[in-house]
C-alpha cells in the first residue's frame, strides 16, 4: 500500500469527493481550497480522503477545519496521517482542532489529536433554535416582555445617548472603530478578533442588516455580528460590550432588534455561541433563553502550542 498527501484546489475537491458534499464542505472548500487549506491522500493511486484547514495571517495559527474519509477507507488510519502531515508540514505557532460532541466522529477525532498532543483549551455551549420554537416563544413570553417592560428599557437607553445602527446604516466611524476594537492597548477591549469578517472571505457571509453596533458619544458601546451562511439560518458569530459598558445591560437593545430581524425573515435556524470564559454571557443567555426550547450541545477547542522556531 503507497500512500501520498498532495495540495488539491476546489476543483479536486468538487471531482473527486463528489458523493460526500454538502453545502458545509462546499462553504469552507470555497474559502480555503485555493489558498492551498485542502489536503488530499492518496492511497495506490486512488484519492482515500481529505482534510481542509485554515491559515492566520499574522499570528501562524493554523485550524484543522474539515477531515473526511471515504467509508471504504476507514479505520485504516487515514484521518491520522491526514492530520498528522498537517501537525508534520504545515508552519504554525497555534494548531487548533473545533469540534462539537454530537459529531459522530468526536471520540475518534479527540483520540487523534491526543496522539498528536492538541489538548483541551477552550469550550463553548451552541444553543440552536428552530424558526417554529422561535416563533412559539415570542408569541408566549417574549411580545408580553416587550409591552410589559422592554420598550420602557429600550427608551431609557436612548435617554441615555445610546443609538443603534445595522452594520449597514452605521456612520463609517463607528465600523472603523470596530475593524479596531481587538488591537492591543484599544480602549473597546474586545476580546474577539473581528478583522476576518471584514477582510478575509467570512465577509461575504455577514448578515450586515442584521448585524448591528450600539454608539454613544461618538465612541462604539457594542456590536451583534450575525451571519447567515446559507440565506435561511442566522449565527451570532460575537456580542460583545466595550468595557467601559459592560453590565449596563445595552446588549438588551441588540437582543431586542435582532428578534425583530428574525421575525422578519422568518430564518429556519438561529444558533448562538457561548464560551466557558465568558461568565457574564452565559448568565445573560440562560435569562433569555430559559422559555425557548433549544437544542444545546458543547463544542470543544483542541489546541497545540509550539514556541517560535522549534
Known amino acids: 500500500m503507497v500512500r501520498k498527501i498532495l495540495q ?4 479536486d475537491y468538487i471531482f473527486l469527493f463528489g458523493e460526500s458534499r454538502s453545502f458545509y ?16 491522500l492518496w492511497e495506490d493511486g486512488v484519492p482515500a480522503g481529505y482534510l481542509m484547514f ?5 499570528k501562524k495559527m493554523v485550524g484543522i477545519s474539515y477531515v473526511y474519509t471515504k467509508e471504504e477507507h476507514r479505520c485504516r488510519g487515514v484521518c491520522t496521517d491526514l492530520v498528522g502531515h498537517v501537525v508534520s508540514h504545515i508552519p504554525y505557532n497555534s494548531l487548533i482542532i473545533t469540534i462539537n460532541e454530537k459529531n459522530e466522529f468526536y471520540q475518534t477525532v479527540v483520540h487523534i489529536a491526543g496522539k498528536y498532543g492538541l489538548k483541551h483549551s477552550l469550550a463553548c455551549t451552541i444553543c440552536r433554535a428552530t424558526w417554529e420554537s422561535l416563533r412559539a416563544w415570542r408569541y408566549a413570553y417574549w411580545d408580553k416582555f416587550m409591552e410589559e417592560r422592554g420598550r420602557e428599557y429600550l427608551r431609557i437607553f436612548q435617554r ?3 443609538r443603534l445602527y445595522s452594520f449597514e446604516e452605521a456612520p ?17 477591549d474586545n476580546p474577539m478578533g473581528v478583522r476576518m469578517y471584514f477582510d478575509g472571505k467570512s465577509k461575504d457571509s455577514v448578515k450586515r442588516d442584521v448585524s448591528t453596533v450600539v454608539a454613544k458619544d461618538g465612541k462604539l458601546a457594542a456590536y ?24 449596563s445591560g445595552i446588549i438588551f437593545m441588540m437582543l431586542a432588534d435582532f428578534v425583530e430581524s ?5 430564518c429556519k435556524n438561529v444558533a448562538l455561541a457561548v464560551y466557558d470564559d465568558n461568565p457574564h454571557a452565559i448568565s445573560y443567555v440562560r435569562k433569555v433563553v430559559k422559555n425557548l426550547k433549544v437544542d444545546e450541545s458543547r463544542t470543544y477547542k483542541l489546541r497545540l502550542d509550539v514556541e517560535p522556531g522549534q
Open 8 to 11: 488539491g484546489s476546489y476543483m
Open 25 to 40: 464542505t462546499d462553504m469552507i472548500a470555497k474559502a480555503l481550497a485555493d489558498d492551498g487549506g485542502l489536503c488530499i
Open 54 to 58: 485554515s491559515k492566520g495571517k499574522s
Open 160 to 162: 441615555q445617548g445610546f
Open 172 to 188: 463609517r466611524r463607528y465600523m472603523e472603530q470596530l475593524y479596531d476594537s481587538h488591537e492591543a492597548d484599544n480602549e473597546f
Open 224 to 247: 451583534f455580528l450575525v451571519t447567515s451562511p446559507d440565506g435561511k439560518s442566522f449565527i451570532i458569530e460575537q456580542s460583545v460590550v466595550a468595557r467601559k459598558y459592560r453590565h
Open 262 to 266: 428574525v421575525g422578519k425573515y422568518q
